[in-house]
């Protein structure tokens, strides 16, 4: 994004759930930030009451298929295909592949119906060698003007979320950063 703005781009994978994505949405609301969600057909399946959620407080939503799925790992085929059974629940025109991969054909065929979204900074708050403290430690040396950091709204994170996200925005507002949504 803009190396010149000092804004950040703040993205969750992987949920809606309701052991992270609740908090998520607090801490975001008491630090007056909005992000975008990239998330998962299935769960928002399970999951509808969150999806408004998200949509009403005012953040963005995201495709990143319905099942998570590696794109390495299927035909070409499925995983579109996948990915659109995902948009018929999220309606999203943002899509960020699974772990950050997809064959070339796959982005070929995505791109003509989503804007595809990477990132520059993922926190690894998903690592089971990280500490919270790490992920924070991530944020502070990794962030640069029109950063798009990656968390994670999934059972893997929410134990290190629950002390380095409102630590990480404290930070990013106390260096000036602002909190920006795609366009």
């Known amino acids: 994004m803009d190396p010149t703005e000092k804004a950040v781009y ?5 949920g809606p ?6 908090f998520i949405l607090d801490t975001l609301k008491a630090y007056d930030a909005k992000a975008t969600f990239f998330m998962v057909g299935d769960n928002v399946a399970k999951y509808p009451e969150l999806l408004e959620r998200i949509k009403a407080e005012g953040h963005q939503v995201g495709n990143h298929t319905h ?3 590696g794109a390495f790992k299927h035909w070409a085929v499925t995983y579109i295909i ?14 960020r592949p699974p772990h950050g991969l997809m ?10 119906d989503f804007k595809i979204i ?3 900074l993922v926190t690894r708050d998903y690592s089971k060698w990280m500490t919270a403290d790490d992920v924070v430690n991530n944020v502070k040396r990794y962030a640069r003007n ?12 929410i134990d290190k979320l629950q002390k380095a996200l409102p630590e990480s925005l404290q930070w990013l507002r106390q260096e000036g950063y602002a909190f920006k949504t795609f366009d």
């Open 17 to 22: 759930i309701p052991e992270a994505t609740p």
């Open 146 to 157: 029109g950063s798009i950091i990656t968390f994670h709204d999934s059972l893997k994170s």
């Open 103 to 112: 064959r070339w054909s796959e982005y070929y065929w995505l791109r003509k």
């Open 10 to 14: 703040l993205t969750f994978d992987d």
């Open 67 to 69: 099942n998570h799925l």
């Open 118 to 120: 990477m990132w520059d």
């Open 82 to 95: 996948n990915t659109f059974r995902a948009n018929e629940l999220i309606h999203a025109h943002l899509f």
